[in-house]
């Protein structure tokens, strides 16, 4: 639980950090895996999707401090 604004933004910062991590590991799962690579696709995009999402929460409540 996140105790002040500032907190916050920082939780959700590690958030994107983590999925912009998780996008990584991702590309170097599919390089060994070619015949997974749908499935893998498939979740990189939701962790982009994830990425951006928290990218504009920071950025908005950046703007508001």
């Not at 990584?24 to 893998?40: L, V």
């Amino acid at each position: 639980m996140a105790s002040s604004k500032k907190d916050y933004t920082n939780k959700i910062f590690i958030c994107k950090k983590e999925c912009q991590e998780t996008k990584y590991w991702f590309r170097m799962i599919a390089k060994f895996t070619p015949d997974r690579m749908e499935d893998i696709k498939k979740l990189w995009q939701e962790a982009q999707e994830l990425t951006l999402i928290f990218d504009k929460i920071v950025s908005s409540a950046r703007r508001q401090d």
